[in-house]
């Protein structure tokens, strides 16, 4: 199940946490993967990756960069072919209640979450629908559905890359080609250590599955949207969120 031999991946933000371990479950799956994020960050677990045998590079790019970003996608395939899975993790925070926040902290987050994701999917769509195959997959988060004090920016980021997959999904799925989202909930991640113990503690007690969750929980969701298996699935979002919104 959810082989992918012979399929090229992108994977953005892959140099540590959800993206690391989304490249590394679609590579032990069989999939050619380039791991994403800025300067050679990235080095580190495309290595790992090829030390356990699996097929990987990475690639040095900040998202935020459109000119540089739009060249990935024809570059990989000129490299390798085809590119098969497109996944959109890279992603930051930049809290602040709205009447602090700053313009740069809502320019960045949009940016970097939302614009990123846009660029490379215009730039990887052609391809795939060329090929009348291929899976986009979007990186959200529970704050998309729900809201969360103090993330303006970000959940409008996130909720923007749910209504970006729904309206993309119904221009391509003629084309075989699919759109969906992936909305983490509280993943244990640099991200989430960043908020502290206590922050840690009383979003637990809001999670009915009584844990954060892993960035395993996450990869394998990518894994599966990822997989000819999820062929009939397009425009879905997919909650890891350990029930803390149904
Ligand atoms: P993380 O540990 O902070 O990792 C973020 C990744 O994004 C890193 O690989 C980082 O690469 C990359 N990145 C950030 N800005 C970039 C830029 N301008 N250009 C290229 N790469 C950039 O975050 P995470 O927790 O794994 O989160 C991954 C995704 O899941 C994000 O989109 C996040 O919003 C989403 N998410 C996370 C959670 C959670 O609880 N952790 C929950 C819901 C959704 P560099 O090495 O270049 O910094």
Redesign the pocket.
């Known amino acids: 199940m959810f082989g992918l031999s012979g399929k090229v991946a992108l994977v ?9 371990a989304v490249a590394a479950r679609l590579a032990e799956q069989g999939a050619t993967v380039v791991l ?4 050679d ?2 080095g580190t677990a495309a290595a790992d990756i090829v030390a356990s045998g699996g097929r990987a590079e990475a690639v040095g ?5 459109t000119a540089a970003l739009e060249q990935i996608p024809p570059a990989i395939i000129e490299r390798h072919g085809r590119l098969d899975i497109l996944i959109s ?5 930049r809290d602040q209640l709205l009447l602090r926040m700053k313009r740069d902290d809502w320019d960045a987050v949009i ?3 939302l614009t ?1 994701s846009f660029v490379l999917a215009q730039a990887a769509i052609r391809p795939m629908i060329k090929q009348r195959a291929g899976r986009i997959i979007a ?5 998309g559905q729900m809201g969360n004090a103090g993330q303006t920016n ?1 959940a409008a980021s ?1 909720a923007g890359l749910i209504g970006f997959a729904k309206a993309l999904a119904r221009e391509v799925a003629s084309r075989n080609v699919t759109v969906n989202v992936i ?10 250590r960043a908020l502290g113990e206590k922050a840690h503690t009383a979003w637990t007690e809001q999670i009915p599955l009584g844990r ?2 892993s ?1 395993d929980d ?1 990869a394998a969701a990518a894994c599966f949207l990822a997989s000819d298996e999820a062929a009939y699935i397009t425009g879905h979002v997919l909650a890891v969120n350990g029930g803390m919104y149904m």
């Open positions: 953005t933000g892959a140099s540590r946490g959800i993206g690391q994403a994020a800025r300067g960050h990235a790019i900040d998202v935020t960069d993790n890279a992603g930051i925070t940016a970097t979450n990123a990186v959200s988060s529970v704050v970000y996130k909305a983490p909930g509280m993943i244990d991640t640099d991200m989430t954060l969750g960035v996450v």
